[in-house]
């Protein structure tokens, strides 16, 4: 069964910098056969895909409002996704969720994929 664990989250000021961290584990297929991404979902508010890399790593999908300022990458040997995050704003506050599928599609974005963790949580202040 796929595990997700996400860390790294936390309180920032505007302007400010964090790196989020996805360890996955009980991975079936190849490493490279899953699509993992970031999803982040604000009180009141519907879940957002924001980054993502799809199968064989080469390929990565951003929302505009994070583009230039959020990078995704990952370490297949280690099984880690992470997500960092520059030049915060206080519209960024949200939990982030780390989420994954095999043999996925490039028209299906992170909210759509079926493993997910439990969250870490990201506020910025203003």
């Known amino acids: 069964q796929v595990q997700l664990v996400e860390s790294g989250g936390g309180s920032v000021q505007a302007g400010g910098s964090l790196r989020l961290s996805c360890a996955a584990s009980?991975?079936?297929?190849?490493?490279?056969?899953?699509?993992m991404g970031w999803f982040r979902q604000a009180p009141g508010k519907g879940r957002e895909g924001i980054a993502a890399i799809y199968t064989g790593g080469e390929t990565t999908y951003y929302v505009d409002s994070v583009k230039g300022r959020f990078a995704i990458s990952q370490d297949n040997a280690n099984n880690t996704l992470y997500l960092q995050m520059n030049s915060l704003k206080p519209e960024d506050t949200a939990m982030y969720y780390c989420?994954?599928?095999?043999?996925?599609?490039?028209?299906?974005?992170?909210?759509?994929?079926?493993?997910r963790g439990q969250g870490t949580q990201v506020t910025v202040s203003s």
């Open positions: 009980g991975l079936k297929y190849n490493r490279r056969n899953y699509c």
């Open positions: 989420a994954a599928m095999a043999w996925c599609r490039r028209s299906h974005l992170p909210q759509d994929f079926p493993y």
